[in-house]
């Protein structure tokens, strides 16, 4: 486990700790921005209740 400040977590660091990778197109992520949801009458309410 690594033990460091916020400051010292490079992008780097970061990378290495985590094995992340950047990648330039998700499939998975296309189709998450595509889905087209809708927001029932209880989930509008309680939505704008967490805004306040």
């Given at each position: 486990m690594n033990s460091s400040t916020f400051k010292e977590w490079v992008l780097d660091k970061l990378d290495k700790a985590f094995n992340l990778k950047q990648v330039w197109q998700s499939e998975?992520?296309?189709r998450w921005q595509n889905n087209d949801e809708t927001v029932d009458e209880?989930?509008?309410?309680t939505l704008q209740q967490l805004q306040c």
């Amino acid at each position: 486990m690594n033990s460091s400040t916020f400051k010292e977590w490079v992008l780097d660091k970061l990378d290495k700790a985590f094995n992340l990778k950047q990648v330039w197109q998700s499939e998975l992520l296309a189709r998450w921005q595509n889905n087209d949801e809708t927001v029932d009458e209880f989930e509008q309410q309680t939505l704008q209740q967490l805004q306040c």
